[in-house]
């Protein structure tokens, strides 16, 4: 039987990279002249690599439009941006906390987000500038590839570190789940990027504004992911430790160390004034307190994991679940924990394209160096670290995220030294391995801006991105609109049907809850709901089913009491 279309996707993939070949042959002597033209010219390649993910993220727009928030991680990290644009750090307890219970944020003593500010602070500069917290995100993304060719360029030639760049573009740009989403991720790579730049820049040169940066980087990551800066300040020490092994340098570094130090003070004396205002401790995070709440399982322990009382996403309950398995499988802990990273190393795929992967290889060879040696040993670091904690995302290694690139063009950088028989193959693979970088990028990247429906189907489900907005969450977007569309301020209580999934949360509300266009609370029955009435006189009250297909909203009705019936039964016989 033949096929109904002329050519299938197997076809398709088969014709495309015979193309590929032909035009990688035919336009590698020219680019090669470009790229060592314009990478030493580092004010050039930082504004190149900044726009370029914002302008083809912004051309997927009329198919994938705007991200909108569905995971409570999200909604969390919004309302923190919400908060700071309201200037302040937590917002007033409301007086019925238990209608508005929900995933990730805290009711007492504070209403606020458990998490840090530093996604936040992101989110809000979008919406302080553009109007749109997503603005924010593809701001972080810019900063994020052209700072990994300014840290990369500390480490290796200017040709190689705008390759870096370039790679950045094509694994964290427009197709990345950092850049389509709210959850995070690149503020700690950003900060990952500048204290790994500046660390060499230090030890070379001393310079006071080296040390800025990687204060500053240091300080970012405190304000994002405050337990992993404790894993990056012990990789900074650990890289310094040659150098101090000489009394000599001890001078030469103090005044960078006093620099560093002030540069990250402000950081740290904010997060103690967040905790004071959200948890009422200076030493205690919200996120703790949280866990201390809601129950979320044991950062340390190793005991068996108890049901979590918060909703989980799909992959964390994938995640879960084989924690769950791992803890069933042996008594000793140390098998137990190794179990568990052998697990989580499939995720760090997320930080290499799958023609690096031979790359990662060739950077065994580096080893020997000192230098390239501390990359491995602070990404172990940062994978141990990391482990555990009982659930995991690549973004809770983001600050490595540019010591990944580091390995990948190092990597190449060595492979492209291999000569067979005088004739310099090496530098042929690295060519052609950066190459079917960039084709496997234009590939997706082409299908997702022109959507064409013609296209062979088949062919996605090849595609190893699955981050970019294939689906928006609809039903979501369907009831916003809805109660945009409707006069008046409004009062939604949201009504659960018994099959509900508790992962799908819908009562989330702004940080200056009181005016709100809409505030979303819980339906904890007709007598408790009246005291949430009588407290908002001024709006009309709604009730969402979010359970029903599609979400049905109506009016809330109060089903009126029976009347006492009348009669002889009913008279006063005293």
């Known amino acids: 039987m033949y096929p109904p279309a002329f050519v299938d996707a197997s076809d398709l993939l088969v014709l495309v990279l015979l193309g590929l070949l032909v035009l990688f042959f035919k336009v590698r002597p020219w680019l090669e002249r470009l790229v060592r033209k314009i990478a030493p010219r580092t004010g050039l390649c930082l504004l190149v690599l900044a726009l370029f993910p914002v302008v083809l993220r912004l051309a997927l727009l009329p198919h994938h439009p705007a991200p909108s928030p569905e995971i409570y991680d999200e909604f969390s990290h919004l309302l923190m941006a919400d908060t700071l644009l309201h200037l302040r750090l937590a917002n007033p307890p409301h007086p019925f906390p238990q209608f508005f219970e929900t995933f990730f944020v805290l009711q007492q003593p504070a209403y606020s987000s458990i998490y840090p500010i530093g996604q936040g602070l992101v989110l809000a500069l979008g919406r302080l500038l553009f109007g749109h917290p997503w603005a924010g995100v593809l701001l972080c993304d810019a900063v994020l590839c052209a700072l990994s060719y300014w840290m990369l360029k500390a480490w290796t030639t200017p040709a190689w570190a705008f390759a870096g760049g370039l790679l950045a573009v094509f694994q964290f740009g427009p197709l990345n789940e950092w850049t389509n989403c709210y959850w995070g991720g690149g503020v700690s790579a950003i900060a990952g990027c500048l204290a790994f730049g500046a660390l060499p820049r230090i030890c070379d040169y001393g310079r006071k504004r080296d040390a800025v940066c990687l204060g500053a980087g240091l300080a970012l990551q405190i304000l994002t ?5 404790i894993l990056l300040v012990l990789s900074v020490l650990l890289f310094f430790l040659p150098a ?5 340098n001890w001078r030469k570094l103090a005044r960078p160390a006093f620099v560093t130090l002030i540069a ?3 950081a740290a004396g904010l997060t103690l ?3 004071r205002q959200v948890t009422g401790s200076w030493s205690t995070l919200p996120y703790m307190l949280s866990r201390i709440q809601y129950g979320v399982p044991t950062t340390l322990s190793f005991q068996p994991l108890p049901v979590p009382q918060r909703a989980l996403t799909r992959e964390q309950s994938a995640e879960y679940n084989a924690e769950r398995s791992f803890h069933g499988e042996g008594p000793e802990s140390v098998r137990k924990f190794s179990l568990r990273l052998e697990y989580r190393v499939r995720y760090y795929r997320f930080f290499f394209l799958p023609p690096l992967y031979l790359a990662a290889f060739a950077f065994v060879f580096t080893l020997r160096r000192f230098r390239f040696a501390w990359v491995a040993l602070t990404i172990i670091i940062f994978a141990l670290g990391t482990n555990f904690f009982p659930y995991f995302f690549p973004r809770y290694m983001a600050a490595v995220t540019c010591l990944f690139l580091l390995v990948s063009v190092a990597g190449l950088q060595r492979l492209s030294y291999l000569k067979i028989c005088g004739n310099a193959a090496g530098f042929e693979a690295a060519s052609l391995i950066l190459f079917a970088c960039a084709a496997s990028f234009a590939l997706w990247y082409g299908l997702h801006l022109t959507e064409n429906p013609a296209a062979p189907l088949g062919i996605l489900r090849y595609e190893t991105w699955d981050s970019i907005t294939h689906q928006n969450p609809r039903r979501r977007i369907l009831v916003n609109r809805q109660l945009a569309s409707l006069p008046g301020k409004k009062l939604v209580f949201v009504r659960y049907w018994p099959n509900h999934l508790f992962q799908d949360e819908w009562v989330y ?3 200056d809850m009181d005016h709100a266009p809409v505030v979303f609370a819980r339906d904890l029955g007709e007598q408790e709901d009246q005291k949430l ?15 029903a297909t599609p979400p049905k909203l109506t009016v809330y009705e109060t089903k009126p009491k029976p009347a006492l019936p009348s009669g002889p039964a009913f008279q006063d016989v005293r």
């Open 225 to 229: 992911r405050p337990f992993e800066s």
């Open 244 to 248: 101090l092994s000489e009394r000599k």
């Open 264 to 266: 990250v003070a402000p």
């Open 273 to 275: 004034l967040q905790n």
């Open 509 to 511: 509300n702004a940080a």
């Open 533 to 547: 009435k009588a407290y908002y006189p001024d709006r009309k009250t709604w009730l969402l089913e979010p359970d």
